[in-house]
């Protein structure tokens, strides 16, 4: 059977060799991923933002629960992109996951930042296509949200949760600054702590403020109570849940499903174009020995690099001046 | 007077709004870049790095002091990707870094993300050339160690301080990820806390295993007691001072200064590549209607982002295949 193929069928094994191929850039992954193209965007893909410390594992972990008990399977992408400081401290949340690893209707990942700049999204991207092929009914996508990322993920995620906690600083002047577009369902996570109420509060009171036009989608702001009851957890994660479901059903029954889509297929596109256009230039950059030349000019200051940038596009681009 | 001119006499305001233009991406930008790229590469340029609530600012705040007793001009420019999220928290370190605002020998600024990835690298660089043209003696760049920035952060510096605190969790684990191989010195702050001599062994014992070859650099672990006395604090600061000078000479005397400038220049320059090559296919893209057109396939599942990736490479790119 071909490697698409065992995909489709839902192998695990395939699908983690592929999407370990894909965090590493191996060529051969593209081809697989042109093979199960077709039969992606099934999956209600959720994107879980937050910043660190907000409790977002804690929360998919709740979400996988939830879903599991509807039946649904289930994909967790779990974006890394602080590996180097922070990430010592989320892997014991996704240890803590992993006791989902015996349930064969979840399937967990996690990608972490190894090349350049921009391959990542690449890579979450792919990596989705990859679970949705395999038949996911939800695909759950954990993002720290540094300020790149978090924005990313909207091309992405049919629906996204923000997660906030009380007390972790000037959150309502942070949100200001981008995070209120991107939302589509706000989560006060620690809800049992101080100042839980008044974050909810002022949130409740920015939404108000940003005129959402007739007929369009008001963010709730969902709390989850965490620190003592279990039964209060999870009941909170239920109702949490259940507005996933909702946001996706008005999605479909406002016909912005379609929007949503085109947008994710416009950043997928982009993303492709990036890499096959700059790939072969800076390749022949390197083999004709531009690329040396180029360096030396500039620590001579015989050039700047704006220049050189320019000549090298009017050489190696057609049809564009 | 041109604005290049202004700039090389040290013009503030100028400056302030180049660096604007620059974060904003203002075309016009560019030209003067390129007026003031002879005068650069004369600053030794610091890169501070480290976890949020590292206390990289009040170490940065303690530089600029210690710097300015040696009569040295300073620059500081504050890369932010964070913004969304941390962002408040880190502004009031930034604002007590404000306090030096009235010596008319530091220059500070700060660069948050706005557009896409991959440009605020660029703003980086093009930032530093403003300050170094200026004339600044040394130029501290502090960056939220977020995986991709951290990494970036070795392509425009000469020296790389690392901060570490005690307890924030895993952090040798962290280290073993990739820290290692890019810090020329490691600060360990809040040295007061508990665990600090513990932690300062462990980077201790890391780095005799790291096998540094003769002759070749070995990062001291330096400590920052920042808790109670303010002049153990300036001690100890003095002591990080002259390390980050110990370590430019050695730069020098071990004429690896050169590769180093080469390094910084071969970042840029892909850079600016990344942006030539880039832009001009994109636009011609969305002018010609090709962009639409694909994304419909895409939609439709007529085709693949990467085979749709290729046709584009085909036609726009010459000389590459």
């Not at 921009?118 to 996508?141: E, R, T």
Request: glycine share 10%; aromatic share 4%.
């Amino acid at each position: 059977m071909e490697r698409g193929d065992k995909i489709k069928a839902g192998d695990v094994r395939t699908a983690s060799r592929l999407i370990r191929d894909i965090e590493d850039s191996i060529p051969e992954a593209k081809a697989t991923i042109k093979h199960i193209f077709p039969y992606t965007g099934k999956a209600q893909v959720v994107g879980i933002t937050g910043s660190p410390g907000a409790g977002k594992s804690t929360i998919v972990d709740g979400l996988i629960e939830t879903s599991r008990k509807k039946e649904q399977t289930v994909g967790v992408l779990a974006v890394d992109p602080t590996s180097p400081f922070t990430g010592g401290a989320t892997l014991g949340d996704r240890i803590r996951m992993q006791r989902h690893s015996e349930d064969i209707g979840v399937f967990i990942r996690s990608l972490a930042t190894r090349g350049s700049l921009g391959g990542l999204s690449k890579a979450v991207g792919d990596a989705i296509h990859v679970m949705d092929a395999m038949g996911k009914d939800v695909i759950f996508v954990e993002t720290v949200g540094t300020g790149q990322q978090e924005v990313e993920i909207i091309h992405y995620a049919h629906t996204v949760i923000v997660v906030l906690v009380p007390g972790m600083g000037d959150e309502i002047q942070a949100i200001k600054a981008g995070i209120m577009e991107i939302a589509d369902i706000f989560v006060i996570n620690k809800a049992d702590r101080d100042g839980a109420q008044k974050l909810q509060r002022e949130l409740m009171t920015m939404i108000e403020m940003s005129h959402i036009p007739p007929g369009g989608w008001k963010p709730p702001v969902l709390t989850i109570r965490n620190s003592f009851k279990p039964e209060e957890f999870e009941q909170d994660l239920r109702t949490l849940s259940a507005k996933v479901r909702e946001h996706y059903d008005f999605l479909i029954s406002s016909d912005l499903i379609g929007d949503r889509q085109k947008r994710k297929r416009l950043h997928e596109l982009n993303e492709a174009i990036r890499f096959s256009i700059l790939e072969p230039v800076l390749e022949m950059l390197v083999k004709t020995g531009e690329l040396d030349s180029m360096v030396e000019k500039l620590v001579k200051k015989e050039s700047d690099p704006a220049s050189l940038a320019e000549e090298i596009a009017k050489k190696y681009l057609q049809g564009c001046f």
